[in-house]
C-alpha cells in the first residue's frame, strides 16, 4: 500500500515562492507517473505538474514557466518549486501516484494573497 504525504504549504504574498514536497512510502519500487494537481473551492481538480512514465514533463498550462517539477535523492519523493505566485494558484495541492492504482495524498493548502 502505497501512502504519499505532502508538506511545504502555507500563505505567501503574490510573486512570492514556496516548494511543496511529496515523499512516497509503501514500496522499493520507482513511482512513475507522479506529480502534482490542485483543487481549488468550487472548481475541479486539475492538472500542475507531473512526471510520465517516460519521465518526461508535463505541466498544467495555467503553471508552466512559472512552476517547476523535480525529484528528490531519495526514492520517490518529487518537489514542486513554485515561483511568481499568483492569488489562482489559491488551491490545495494533491501529490498524485499511479501504482497499480491511482493513488493521492491528503493535499496541503497554498494560499496566496493579493
Known amino acids: 500500500q502505497v501512502q504519499l504525504v505532502e508538506s511545504g504549504g502555507g500563505l505567501v504574498q503574490a510573486g512570492g515562492s514556496l516548494r511543496l514536497t511529496c515523499t512516497a512510502s509503501g514500496t522499493t519500487r520507482n513511482i512513475d507517473p507522479m506529480g502534482w494537481y490542485r483543487q481549488a473551492p468550487g472548481k475541479e481538480r486539475e492538472l500542475v505538474a507531473v512526471?510520465?512514465?517516460?519521465?518526461?514533463?508535463r505541466y498544467g498550462t495555467s503553471v508552466k514557466g512559472r512552476f517547476t517539477i523535480s525529484r528528490g535523492n531519495a526514492k520517490n519523493t518529487v518537489y514542486l518549486q513554485m515561483n511568481s505566485l499568483k492569488p489562482e494558484d489559491t488551491a490545495v495541492y494533491y501529490c498524485?501516484?499511479?501504482?497499480?492504482?491511482?493513488?493521492w495524498g491528503q493535499g496541503t493548502q497554498v494560499t496566496v494573497s493579493s
Open positions: 512526471f510520465t512514465p517516460d519521465s518526461a514533463t
Open positions: 498524485y501516484a499511479a501504482f497499480g492504482r491511482i493513488y
